[in-house]
């Protein structure tokens, strides 16, 4: 049996039972996740003892119910305000404008950054039908309005979508007073030139910086 | 940040919810899962409506209550007995034992067996703290019992694990009327001999077969 047979067998294989079909389908739905895997993740629940799989499927329930979205910079929080929001410390006249909640989670542990987020949910992506409305920039618009934002730094990826969603957020915040910058591209920290490709190396000559601001502190 | 401070640091990230802290855990806990899978498991339930993680969640609670061992051979089924042993055109003679119903997908699957299942629910590893009493091994003897067995196809990994599990079932079955075979060890079909181990051909010379049988049908 060839590769292509076997996947195409646990495509269509029989189970011998509806349930576990239903498990595995379900849990093939998860990200990167095939019907092999899945199928590995059933039968390491079934061997576990009741109260745990009760726990699980509790926790998957409560989510949906418990995590609610920051008023104000859309991260999940289970409070009305996330912990960076409620936090008097942070700067309030900074947004750092990033994709999801894992991209508040690497920045904040830079421990280089003291400002607030704004976090869009996604970025625009035609091909997945994700459009600027199904984003969080209206909110970010509305942030814009009180006048205590000074600089929008736009932290997506360097994408396509996320080129286009940078240019988006800017036409739609460029006639209040504010900066928008984005992230600094170029050769990464560790990085050898010879192995970068031409546009980054390109621009990284474009945007030098001076020598003292490269140190690392 | 290096390779490893990121992993330290997804061990021990402030998930800014109990809740999501929570729901990585119960996901990191499926094999080969890590905190950054199960963190992006959980990022895409939170973004699936909520009757859809209501199906998830109840098709967890129910495998521990609907799935039940079939009684003779241990494979998994919804009913009484597994759908090979309520099967009446199946070769009731023969019993092919397997660590888990993995295997018993995979051997139906080529085709090649028409004979009865042993599931032995895994197989002794020491170093796992998996003894012969953890497995289905006394039902198997039990199932010599009534004489109808004459060969069991002993088809487990070629490991140190399986091989210590092969000779205590042996052992343990050697008194009945039955033939006790392993499955052919060898070059899998399409191998080079210049990759193949040289346990692996030294064995495969040692148990050579006459030309007609090495014919596939």
Known sequence: MNLISRVEYFCNVNFSSKLIEQAVEEFSQ???????????????????????????????????????????????????????????????????????????IAIENTGYFKGMYHVLGGIISPMDGIGPNDLYISQLVDRMADGEVNEVIMALSTTMEGDTTNFYIYKKIKDFPVKVSTIARGIAIGGELEYADDVTLGRSIVNRVPYENSLIK
Chains 1, 2 share one sequence.
């Not at 996740?33 to 745990?52: E, M, N, W, Y």
């Not at 009760?54 to 995590?67: M, Q």
């Not at 996330?82 to 994709?99: A, F, G, L």
Request: glycine letters at 2%; hydrophobic letters at 35%.
């Open 30 to 104: 998860l990200p990167g996740i095939g019907k092999k895997t899945a199928f590995r993740f059933v039968l390491h629940l079934l061997k576990q003892d009741k109260q745990k799989l009760a726990n699980f499927s509790d926790t998957i329930l409560r989510l949906k119910d418990e995590i609610k979205y920051c008023k104000v910079c859309c991260n999940v929080t289970e409070h009305e305000l996330c912990e960076v929001c409620s936090n008097p410390s942070r700067d309030k006249s900074t947004i750092c404008v990033v994709e999801d909640i894992r991209d508040v």
